[in-house]
Each structure stands twice: as structure tokens, then as C-alpha cells.
């Protein structure tokens, strides 16, 4: 049954990372990129972290799309004209590292069919995606990096509103 529930879940996951890509409109992209998000979250819950779990659905498809959806609505983004149909230099960049990016997607698959998975038990993924674990690696080894990144963000936050006041 989870690995059905795994398997319907990714699909969606995947729509709707397709769905963000082919969307012309700025909102329904905004919206397929929600529906991924909820379904990386079944995902997680699946994998036995409830913790992320919560935290993808009330941080990323709650809290941060609301914002993209908010911003995407004050700007007042129209869908953007047919891209021409040449391959431009760009283009084909972007083609060939997608297929890179694909191809090097398929390697767990490949050890999965052929079965050199990881070490990794169902008792040690489900302390590992524990509350605890998490509390105890971000504020025990991991408290300074932490902290550094919460500053960060704050400059990052008072230098957008700085910006942003002086167009005002």
C-alpha cells in the first residue's frame, strides 16, 4: 500500500513540476508548483517524516506560495507571447543540462533494480526523520551555522525593505 501511495504521490509531484514549466500563466504555475509541494509532503509522510512533513506544508506550500501568489498578483504578470521556435544557444543549453539532470535521476533507480541500495533500515529512517534527531543535530552541532543563516536572512529582509521604501 505505501508503495502505491508513493507511486501516485510522485506522479503528482512530478505533473505538477511539469505543470510549472508549461503554465503560461504566472498564477497557474504558482498553483501547479502548490499541488508539488503538497504531494512532496505526502511523500515525506511516507518516508515516516512527520516533521517535515508538517514543515513543506506550512512553510512551502502555505506561507512561501502565498507570498509568490500575492507578488505575482500585485505585479500584475500577464502570460508572456509564444517563445520562438529556434534552438538559440540558451536553449540548448538548458536542453542538455535537463537531460543531464534526468540522466543522473535514473542512477538510484538503477541501484534500486539492481540492488545496490543503501544501508539505511526502516528503524534507522524513522529516527532519523524523528523530532529529536532533528532538534538535536540543529541545536547541538549544527546551533552556529544556524544562527548565522537566521542573520542572514534578516539583512536579506532589511535590505528588501530598504529597497523597496525607496521606490515608494
Do not use: N, W
Not at 506550500?61 to 521556435?85: N, P, T
Not at 543549453?93 to 539492481?114: H, K, M, Q, S
Amino acid at each position: 500500500m505505501t508503495l502505491a501511495l508513493f507511486v501516485v504521490f510522485a506522479v503528482l509531484a512530478v505533473a505538477g513540476a511539469v505543470g510549472v514549466i508549461l503554465c503560461k500563466s504566472p498564477i497557474h504555475s504558482a498553483m501547479s508548483l502548490v499541488g508539488t509541494m503538497v504531494a512532496l509532503g505526502v511523500i515525506y509522510l511516507l518516508h515516516h517524516a512527520e516533521f517535515i512533513f508538517v514543515v513543506q506544508l506550512m512553510v512551502y506550500a502555505g506561507a512561501v506560495m502565498m507570498l509568490v501568489v500575492f507578488v505575482i498578483m500585485l505585479l500584475d504578470l500577464r502570460a508572456e507571447g509564444e517563445a520562438e521556435g529556434r534552438l538559440t544557444g540558451p536553449k540548448a543549453f538548458g536542453l542538455l543540462l535537463g537531460g543531464l539532470l534526468g540522466a543522473l535521476l535514473l542512477v538510484p533507480l538503477a541501484a534500486r533494480l539492481t540492488g545496490l541500495t543503501g544501508d539505511m533500515t526502516t528503524d534507522a529512517l524513522v529516527r532519523v526523520g524523528s523530532v529529536e534527531f532533528l532538534a538535536g543535530k540543529l541545536f547541538g552541532e549544527y546551533l552556529l551555522p544556524f544562527e548565522i543563516v537566521s542573520l542572514l536572512l534578516l539583512a536579506g529582509l532589511v535590505g528588501a525593505v530598504t529597497i523597496a521604501k525607496k521606490r515608494l
